[in-house]
DNA sequence: AATCTGAGTTTGTATTTTGAACTCAGGTAG
DNA sequence: CTACCTGAGTTCAAAATACAAACTCAGATT
């Protein structure tokens, strides 16, 4: 978990990958909404790159030349579970008065929530678990 | 969520955190374990307390004088859904020869894991989940 | 030929982080 | 009483990062 918290654990990287997920994926449009500076956004969305965690992808819009989309990987999408989890968390204790988010069913639009479940899908209280070592 | 990413995202107060789910709570347990600098570990954690993730507990060891314990608060506990999907997703997909863990029932030892449900605690594919602000 | 646009790079300054040394309070040993 | 130890910090100068603003570059438009 601390490879995982060194690619996560940068103010701008959370914020970019929270773009990445709302289908947000070129450059200035990101520069846009974020406001964060051309260098360091340039630094880490090459260095999400090199980790695999978001891929460019050529595209080409009709009558001007071919760009740069930068979008989310397999294992880039794996990280929406802890995204809505964060968000749920957000939400639940920080409160700040923010536009106050759900997560649902992006067709039928039922409320959903992350949740830990056993081997059979049965939610459980999340002070029950613990981290193992497996072997 | 740029609220909570503004506490999470740093380097440091991720594996702060993660030490607090693992129980550590003494500032120089925490300073060994991290290797952070100790200016830094102190500006985290009044961070952290400041923003009511963790809190200060006075504790006395026998024969000792009381120190102060950094312990997860109720909205601190809240984050361990979050750090477990990390957990999960540092696991499958970044395994960088680290430890392999797992999430159990700390009492039966099951196997456990984060997952998208509905109402019912149904699971659903993360795929279809989609941010929606509620009113 | 001049201008615009997306996507960067460069650069010089501001802010953070870091490691090492210092502090402080209370407990223990001689 | 004096010296030393420990946990939990402060302080401080040096190194690393982040920042804003200006510059670049290639192809499309006027």
Redesign the interface.
């Given at each position: 978990?601390?490879?995982?918290?060194?690619?996560?654990?940068?103010?701008?990287?959370?914020?970019i990958l929270?773009e990445a997920?709302?289908g947000v994926c070129r450059y200035d449009d990101m520069r846009e909404d974020l406001k964060a500076p051309r260098s360091t956004l340039t630094d880490r969305l090459n260095s999400l790159v090199s980790r695999?965690v978001l891929e460019k992808r050529p595209y080409q819009e009709t009558g001007d030349r071919v760009r740069q989309a930068y979008v989310l990987t397999e294992?880039g999408?794996?990280?929406?579970?802890?995204?809505?989890?964060?968000?749920?968390?957000?939400e639940?204790?920080?409160t700040?008065g923010?536009?106050?988010?759900?997560?649902?069913?992006?067709?039928t639009?039922?409320?959903?929530?992350?949740?830990?479940?056993?081997?059979e899908?049965?939610?459980?209280d999340?002070?029950?678990?613990?981290?193992?070592?497996?072997?």
């Open positions: 978990m601390a490879l995982a918290a060194g690619i996560l654990g940068d103010r701008w990287t959370l914020l929270r997920f709302y695999g294992a999408r794996g990280l929406a579970l802890t995204f809505l989890a964060l968000a749920q968390w957000g639940a204790h920080v700040g923010a536009a106050p988010v759900g997560v649902a069913d992006r067709e639009g039922a409320p959903l929530r992350v949740a830990l479940v056993d081997a899908g049965v939610p459980v999340p002070a029950r678990a613990a981290l193992r070592l497996r072997g």
